[in-house]
């Protein structure tokens, strides 16, 4: 239990320094009373929610202002480190980028890139490209290690590899999206509209902001159900920068038969938005009437903001798969119709090892 109200306290506090810089002070008198080992995890936390560098930032500024050196040294010391690992994660994913794309094996960054100015544990990947063959250019050209991969990587036609110098592991998603790989002709949507990105002199291909919505929607709502601190301020972004074209992310998300997870996902971040910094996202009505719920039901549990399995996540789930079922996609059906027995086994591997990650 008093880990639990720690975690609060830490996702509270870091919630202060992204979202609302006006009360960074009061998040500073925070971190300033932590002990070391509570600071050392509130950074762990920070990381694990890609928002180290938005995090730290505010609050080195405003230590400085304080005059408590102690802080101060702190944040500096956590932000040349992770400037330094971003800086090499750039320089490997350009270098994959390349190297995939001379081959004639075309690719989009998915999420890396949407955390800016912080970076991503993983260098997510996704290509319509053989499997094999993109297996082959990391094995024979970035001399790349494969990582064990579970039944649900086998599923999604997700590939992880290790490289030599590279913090981050590279995941590749080949041909498909969704935790089962239910999709294709969504995934094949995140190439044919990618477009150029530039960061830090590097420029990238990129799903169109729809599709990172999209994707964004899978993973918080359909597979993890849970939020990361990072996905409010990444997606506030390109909603309030004008990039978001409602008519394609309506089409895109009808595609998957997603749409009532994609409207929850964008009022969930639109409240979760209002209460740090007063006002939320101006989201079209349409959306707003789709979504069936939103913020109140997130709960911090582990590290993380956890949505329900039930009846949440089963609702999205049932949407989904009666979806496919009545629009003939007999291989999108018989694959997502193979979870529910995964996360049977999951949960009972969980209660006998206290791990499922053989399973996902």
């Known amino acids: 239990m008093e880990r639990l109200l720690e975690v609060k306290a830490h996702l509270h506090n870091l919630s202060l320094l992204v ?9 500073f008198d925070y971190v300033a009373g932590l002990c070391l080992e509570a600071r050392t995890h509130f950074l762990k936390l920070a990381d694990a929610h890609h928002v180290v560098i938005r995090a730290l930032e505010p609050l080195e500024q405003a230590a400085v202002a304080a005059g408590a050196g102690e802080v101060a040294q ?21 270098e994959i980028c390349r190297e995939l794309e001379a081959d004639g094996c075309a690719v989009a960054v998915m999420k890396t890139l949407d955390h800016w100015p912080d970076f991503g544990n993983d260098l997510d990947l996704i290509t319509m490209a053989d499997e094999r063959f993109v297996q082959n250019i990391f094995l024979h050209k970035f001399h790349g290690r494969p990582l064990t991969r579970t039944i649900g990587d086998y599923l999604a036609h997700k590939r992880s590899f290790a490289l030599e110098g590279l913090q981050q592991e590279v995941e590749i998603h080949v041909g498909r999206l969704g935790q089962a790989g239910e999709h294709i002709e969504l995934a094949r949507r995140f190439l044919d509209r990618r477009m150029p990105v530039e960061f830090n002199g590097h420029t990238f291909l990129s799903p169109a902001p729809e599709e990172r919505i999209v994707v964004g929607t899978l993973q918080r709502m359909y597979r993890h159900l849970y939020f990361r601190i990072c996905d409010i301020p990444d997606t506030a972004k390109m909603i309030e920068s004008g990039w978001v074209d409602y008519k394609e992310l309506r089409a895109a998300a009808d595609l998957g038969g997603i749409w009532d997870g994609v409207a929850a996902y964008l009022r969930i971040i639109s409240e979760y938005l209002r209460d740090y ?23 911090a549990r582990g590290r993380f903001l956890h949505l329900r399995v039930l009846p949440h996540g089963l609702a999205l789930y049932a949407n989904q798969l009666a979806h496919l079922a009545r629009n003939g996609n007999v291989p999108g059906t018989a694959r997502l119709s193979l979870l529910p027995p995964l996360a049977g086994v999951a949960a009972l591997a969980y209660a006998v090892a206290g791990s499922s990650d053989r399973i996902w």
Do not use: C, Q, W, Y
């Not at 979202?19 to 998040?27: D, G, H, I, L, Q």
């Open 19 to 27: 979202m609302s810089p006006v009360r960074a002070e009061e998040a």
């Open 74 to 94: 702190f944040a500096n010391a956590a932000l040349g480190r992770e400037h330094a690992r971003i800086a090499n994660g750039l320089k490997f994913l350009s």
């Open 277 to 299: 910094r007063g006002t939320g996202l101006d989201l079209p009505k349409e959306v707003l009437t789709s979504a069936r719920f939103g913020a109140e039901k997130l709960s």
